[in-house]
């Protein structure tokens, strides 16, 4: 059998709020995704992966989700998303959606039934619902992940009725109860809804955190939040869960073997790899590539424990670098033009890895982060907690002219795009890109299309292994196969290669031959 394509994909993720504005209401949609389609066919990815455009009252901008199988106006309509399959399947990409299975909006239907029913009711029962010690004091003492309790009380002030409802993230995201079998019967209507459409694969939200530890007890420090949901042996990687992607891979395989699954399971290498085991999702992100620093040895320990993830549990390496939900990587790494170097560098590196690849729109054009005007925040985790993720989130510039909004809008209006495009943002646009030929934008089509010619001639192989290791403290290195390697320059002073190394393509021209600059990376063919 042939390997699947989604093992060495490399897919765009479009966070459809920020990519191209239609209708020019200041916010990206539908209509504008599909006239800019061309320009990410143009790229030579596989396929592009939506995060949520469903009906929601866009508390956590699409993340509350008030209906699973519709498209929220705001976004368009249920036949444009129908149209977009179409043409982006003729385009030769596949869609990828996101399922948030975690949580819902507060708005929506079942959890507004819930609140109008009684305690210990069966409509209270789809979510977690608890009495507290008294009425003041939350039934345990995890923290949301956005800040502050993870409990909000239904109705203050009822003496009756004292439950409160948990909530991971924001007040307006109560989370299901997966140990009542009605919410798993539920969710596999919802992914058959998508897949009966013809979607190709799904990005699961929040992914290892489904289930609760029984009896929800309290946590041994209340500690810090995102790293509490990561690391509190309570409030996820809970063993049942496995169960829900065990039901949800025969869902998917009894559709094509094409279809897949890809979970945001934000575990250390060794826990999140048993998801991807050979009866559960397809993928899993490597997370632990989005925490690390610009060092060599921190590079080389994930890599590894991402490799013995593999030889143990098949789980098949899933590289990115950036996300709707994280600093851009050239601010990440150091801003300034160091940054941008190395975000370009590590682009470069993680698409010549073996598995598959994920790029964050903008990502292509080396966007940093913005530093959004307090009073234009609009991200929840701002309001609870204090971290704002706006600034990875600001609309795309498409011209250097900043008429509508840097051609963000693809309609003449007056309004203002939904986050403040920073003045330098036309600088980056895709049009100057697409022009110059040493741009960020250019490298990555170029490495596209080599990563399908050596594939094509059997260099690159879809389950090659990959040996890390550092050489003369300032070069990492993956080898791939026998003659491929990937090697990235992370330290002050030009790397020496390996000897018998021809480099095919890198980052920014080399100076000397044999040598790879400072925050620079570089394929290459090994004789
Ligand atoms: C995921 C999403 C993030 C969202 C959270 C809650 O981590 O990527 O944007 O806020 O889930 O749904």
Redesign the pocket.
């Known amino acids: 059998m042939n390997d699947p394509w989604w093992q060495t994909a490399v897919i765009y993720q479009v966070y459809p709020r920020s990519f191209a504005d239609g209708d020019g209401d200041g916010v990206g949609d539908l209509s504008g995704l599909l006239a800019r389609l061309p320009y990410l066919a143009s790229l030579g990815v596989d396929g592009i992966w939506l995060t949520p455009f469903q009906p929601s009252p866009q508390v956590?901008q699409g993340?509350d989700v008030s209906d699973y199988c519709n498209v929220d106006p705001l976004f368009g309509t249920l036949q444009q998303f129908d149209q977009l399959l179409d043409l982006a399947h003729s385009l030769g990409l596949r869609i990828v959606l996101d399922v948030?299975p975690?949580?819902c909006s507060s708005e929506h239907p079942l959890f507004q039934q819930a609140i109008k029913s009684s305690p210990g009711s069966a409509e209270r029962a789809l979510f977690h619902f608890a009495a507290g010690p008294d009425a003041v004091t939350p039934p345990n003492n995890w923290q949301s992940v956005f800040g502050g309790s993870a409990w909000s009380r239904v109705n203050p002030g009822s003496d009756s009725d004292l439950d409160w409802y948990l909530h991971l993230?924001s007040s307006a995201?109560p989370d299901w109860n997966w140990r009542n079998p009605l919410v798993g019967d539920f969710f596999a209507d919802v992914l058959r809804f998508w897949f009966d459409r013809g979607v190709d694969g799904l990005r699961i939200?929040?992914a290892h955190a489904l289930f609760k530890a029984e009896g929800l007890p309290d946590a041994a420090t209340t500690g810090a939040v995102i790293d509490g949901l990561r690391s509190n042996p309570l409030v996820s990687d809970q063993e049942e869960v496995h169960e829900v992607y065990r039901r949800w891979r025969t869902l998917t395989d009894s559709y094509t073997p094409e279809r897949f699954l890809v979970g945001?399971v934000n575990l250390e290498p060794h826990r999140a790899a048993r998801y991807t085991r050979s009866d559960e999702m397809h993928q899993a992100f490597a997370f632990a590539f989005v925490r690390l620093g610009w060092d060599t040895n921190e590079w080389v320990a994930v890599g590894r424990e991402l490799e013995a993830a593999r030889l143990e549990h098949g789980a098949s390496p899933t590289w990115a670098l950036e996300?709707?939900?994280i600093v851009r990587s050239a601010t990440r790494f150091g801003g300034g033009s160091r940054g941008a170097a190395r975000a370009r560098a590590g682009l470069l590196a993680i698409l010549g890895l073996p598995g598959g690849a994920y790029i964050y729109q903008g990502q292509e054009l080396g966007l940093p982060e913005v530093e959004v005007p307090l009073a234009a925040r609009v991200d929840p985790m701002w309001e609870r907690g204090g971290v704002s993720r706006d600034g990875a989130r600001v609309p795309l510039p498409w011209t250097v002219s900043p008429e509508r909004s840097h051609g963000f809008s693809l309609a003449d209006s007056t309004s203002s795009p939904w986050l403040p495009l920073p003045p330098s943002w036309g600088s980056s646009a895709v049009e100057v890109h697409q022009e110059n030929p040493d741009s960020t934008l250019r490298l990555i089509i170029s490495a596209l299309e080599l990563r399908r010619q050596l594939a094509f001639k059997g260099v690159l192989n879809p389950n090659d292994a990959g040996a890390w290791r550092v050489e003369n403290g300032n070069l990492l290195i993956c080898e791939r196969g026998s003659d491929f390697l990937v090697a990235v320059a992370m330290g002050d002073e030009p790397a020496r290669l390996p000897t018998g190394s021809a480099v095919i393509i890198a980052s920014s021209p080399q100076a000397v031959e044999g040598w790879l600059e400072p925050d620079n990376a570089a394929w290459v063919l090994q004789n």
Request: no cysteine; glycine share 0%; proline share 0%.
């Open positions: 956590d993340y948030v975690n949580h993230f995201q939200d929040v945001e996300n709707h939900d």
